[in-house]
């Protein structure tokens, strides 16, 4: 029997483009659905991407995977397994836990969406498979976690998050809803597929898992590298499409990246950057988020970008200063709010600001002082009482990405205000107000937490906004992780540890 | 009347909300603010304002300097001001 090898088959299987007849091609593939520029069949005919995956060998590999992840869930994954893990660690787990499981669930949408608009028929092949990954990347943190949940009611927000008004479930939503349940393929290839999955989320799947692993954490180790795997295959969607509409249409390119690399960078900042510099343990942090965003964004985003012709965005020296300082001002804030958040917070001690110190001495000595008048609270207090080193008055929320106005520097915080058909708004940083300035009709509707309070929709006292609105309670709320209780702190009761630990 | 403004304190890391009423001077609008940021900013006890680039007298009120609802105002202290 003739059997054809592979590579003589394939594209009869994905390759499957024709010419329409009952309705014509604007009809079959209309812009609003299909996407920005619209052009003729024959601009994709050409498109392509590495992977190359049969749906054979897509189900035998993801069986395989699959069983992997089971098989580590039933060896160390159990409630017995979480104990033995370092609580601050633990926090950097329902962080991502939170964040990312429907965030995945919405890229079903978005991919399902360019598994039938898509332009051409091994891109809708290779979406399809795209959205089964995504629905995969949800279910399995769900199931992980899950588990855990009766003996610690912060992991019930793996499914809770998106569901709630809590603030950084607003600004997540935000994000969310318009890279992934909104955009059309196009956007949305380049938006999520180049820019959030190849710039970004290595820096969650490859070096907040080699975290895990020196942390002792194999069941998340293993999730994050399940997960990248997938990634790193539908991800080549992003610059096959790319590279067609820059051919025909650059500038708009240009501006989907400037859009979506800062979005997509100010996620990433919270999600990724208050893991590993702040709740990953000392002893298994292998670099710094600095470290990591240089090496996965400023080396191989940039080849990327020079590849297909475009520039970096316009705001790079902006994003530079902010790798120097965002996160931290982004941990300070939470910190001094953290019962505002699901998880719980650890306060740097002396070896952790050393390290600190020692990655980011440029910026850090703007940091210190902030740390010490926290810890300061702490010891007029003593342990114990939270919310002595707690905020009590409403902070404000940047009108496009949601987040606390936390851009620039203690001394120059680079937040600006713009007033836009009679209404006040307000943006933590000038990418974040040139993005709303490009697309207002998309945006300006939108109302942060400080117009929802103002509008009598949510409580203007914190503790009620934090109970009434945003779903928290006395046992879910973010707390300090020790309770104040660092031997560091209080070294009176503990003279041995008086001196910061190299 | 209440006017809620964004509020930037110098060595801070956030903007916060706060609630002034317009009869209240600028100087009890800077002092809001420094309780508001004591746990990460220890109050300084000579301060300067500043809206739209222009330094608020401090014994005017939140009226009379032309502030309004969701205005922008930054707080600094005399000696990182003279600086800056």
Same mark, same amino acid.
């Given at each position: 029997m003739l059997v054809l090898k592979r590579d003589q088959w394939l594209d009869l299987a994905r390759k499957l483009d024709w010419e329409p007849s009952y309705v014509d091609e604007k009809q079959l593939f209309p812009e609003p659905a299909s996407g920005k520029p619209w052009l003729p069949a024959a601009a994709w005919r050409e498109w392509d991407e590495p992977y190359r995956t049969s749906y054979t060998e897509y189900v035998t590999n993801q069986q395989a995977k699959e069983a992997a992840v089971h098989t580590l869930r039933d060896a160390v994954g159990q409630p017995d397994d979480r104990k033995a893990l370092d609580p601050c660690w633990l926090n950097a787990v329902k962080l991502h836990a939170a964040t990312l499981p429907l965030a995945e669930f919405a890229a079903v949408v978005g991919n399902l969406r360019a598994a039938r608009f898509g332009r051409d028929s091994a891109w809708r092949t290779t979406a399809a498979l795209g959205a089964l990954d995504e629905l995969r990347h949800a279910q399995i943190p769900l199931l992980l976690m899950h588990g855990w949940v009766e003996s610690d009611p912060q992991f019930d927000w793996t499914h809770k998050f998106f569901h709630t008004d809590q603030w950084v479930a607003i600004a997540a939503r935000h994000f969310i809803d318009e890279l992934l349940l909104a955009s059309d393929p196009i956007e949305l290839a380049i938006g999520t597929n180049f820019v959030f999955e190849s710039g970004f989320t290595n820096l969650q799947f490859v070096g907040l898992a080699s975290m895990a692993h020196r942390a002792g954490d194999r069941m998340f180790e293993k999730l994050l590298q399940s997960i990248q795997t997938d990634e790193a295959r539908h991800a080549q969607i992003g610059r096959a499409v790319l590279e067609v509409v820059v051919r025909h249409d650059r500038s708009h390119a240009q501006y989907l990246i400037d859009k979506w690399f800062w979005r997509s960078w100010l996620f990433f900042a919270v999600v990724t950057g208050f893991a590993m510099d702040y709740l990953t343990p000392l002893a298994a942090r292998t670099a710094s988020f600095k470290e990591f965003v240089q090496e996965w964004i400023l080396d191989q985003f940039q080849r990327a970008l020079d590849d297909v012709g475009?520039?970096?965005p316009w705001y790079w020296d902006q994003f530079l200063r902010a790798l120097d300082t965002y996160h931290h001002m982004l941990c300070a804030s939470a910190y001094t709010y953290r019962a505002t958040v699901w998880f719980d917070s650890v306060l740097p001690g002396p070896a952790e600001r050393a390290w600190l110190a020692a990655k980011y001495p440029e910026s850090w000595p703007q940091f210190e002082p902030i740390w010490e008048r926290i810890s300061g609270r702490w010891r007029e207090a003593g342990p114990g009482v939270e919310w002595h080193a707690h905020g009590l008055t409403p902070v404000g929320f940047c009108n496009l990405c949601q987040l606390v106005l936390c851009g620039g520097t203690p001394e120059h915080n680079t937040a600006r205000t713009l007033v836009h058909?009679?209404?006040?708004?307000?943006?933590?940083?000038e990418p974040c107000a040139f993005i709303f300035k490009s697309e207002p009709q998309r945006y300006a509707a939108h109302r942060d937490v400080v117009a929802r309070i103002l509008a009598g929709q949510a409580p203007a006292n914190l503790l009620e906004l934090v109970t009434a609105y945003f779903g928290l309670d006395r046992q879910t709320w973010g707390k300090d992780v020790h309770g104040g209780r660092y031997a560091w702190l209080h070294p009176a009761d503990h003279p041995e540890a008086a001196e910061p630990r190299s | 009347m209440l006017v809620p403004i964004y509020g930037f304190l110098a060595g801070d890391t956030l903007g916060l909300l706060v609630l002034v009423h317009d009869h209240e001077t600028?100087?009890?609008? $800077?002092?809001?603010? @420094? @309780?508001?940021? $004591?746990?990460?900013?220890? $109050?300084?006890?000579q301060v300067h304002v500043y809206f739209e680039g222009r330094q608020l007298a401090l014994d005017l009120t939140v009226g009379r300097a032309g502030l309004t609802a969701l205005d922008r105002i930054e707080v600094r202290p005399v000696e990182s001001a003279d600086g800056r």
């Open positions: 475009l520039e970096r058909a009679g209404r006040k708004y307000i943006f933590c940083s | 600028v100087r009890e609008l $800077a002092e809001r603010l @420094q @309780q508001a940021a $004591a746990p990460r900013v220890a $109050a300084r006890p």
